[in-house]
């Protein structure tokens, strides 16, 4: 797709990214609606996004996210980025469909093409990774270039996960041409925790349960323990991941309560059991290697149905 070519007679471009935004989504967004206003000066653009964490907000444009989801009229183009289907887009899903032109760029397996024109790279290690190939070097700034940098430091666990490519350490070499301080965005927003963060990682580690012969391990963290910690969805990032590292373990799961009797899911996978699939059973989805969903009952039952579904794939 020649993103250029497609909003060539677009005034009001829109953007979004998928509900409870993580490195990559912020970062994708931010860093087209920087590249669109070097490209397009004379078109208003806008993002919706659900509110973002303040450990983003060295990223241009941070303050111009809007999280009321409200438009005076339906969008030219309007632009959706690493969201797998259309609900994912969340409240900004309605400013997606009444748009004039309705383009996607994404990396997740299970996108099924949603969008007029789809720009879908499975084998990408981000929206960020897919949306530089797609840019003109003229307009890619270091605002631009800091902002996809961020996305791919997230999505690839800093440069680990088997996502990254060839063409992924290219990228980065040429990202950091720009000259910000790459060292600093990696431990301020992938590594940094604050003192609670800790806390209810180390809590969250303290009470796992490994299952499955060890292949499978597991933590809940329930609202009780939220409030007590005084702690929301955004401190658990990389609890799972910590869970993963567990010698002999293929899966980790972690969750936390949404609701009475409903959680939201994390997977995790070494690569022998695709948690896409599994996720996809339970009405969530993702990558192979990171997936999740939300669902209904107690902890136990949670974990009796997804082990169902893991243990036909480790048999
Ligand atoms: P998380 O475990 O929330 O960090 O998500 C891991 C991956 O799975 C990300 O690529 C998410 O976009 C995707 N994902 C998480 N939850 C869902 C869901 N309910 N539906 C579809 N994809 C999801
Ligand atoms: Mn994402
Ligand atoms: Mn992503």
Known sequence: MNLLEEIKEAKRIGIAGHVRPDGDCVGSCLALYKYLQNARPDASIKVYLEPVTAVFSFLYGYEDLDSTFAADEPFDVFIALDAGDSERLGDARELFLAAGKRLCFDHHLSNTGYADKNEIKPEASSTCEVLFTHFEKEY????????????????????????????????????????????????????????????????ALLESILFMDGRCIASCIDRRMMDFYGVTSEDFDGIVNQLLVTKGCEVAIFMYQTGTLEFKVSMRSKGNVNVAEVASYFKGGGHARAAGCTMMGTYRDVINNLSKHIEKQLS
Do not use: P, W
């Open 140 to 203: 890619i700034d270091q605002d631009v270039a800091k902002a996809l940098y961020t996305g791919i430091v997230h999505d690839t666990g800093v440069f680990q996960y088997s996502c990254m490519s060839r063409e992924t350490f290219g990228i980065v070499g040429e990202l950091i041409g720009y000259g910000f301080d790459a060292a600093k965005i990696i431990s301020e927003s992938f590594y940094e925790k604050t003192y609670v963060q800790n806390q209810i990682l180390g809590r």
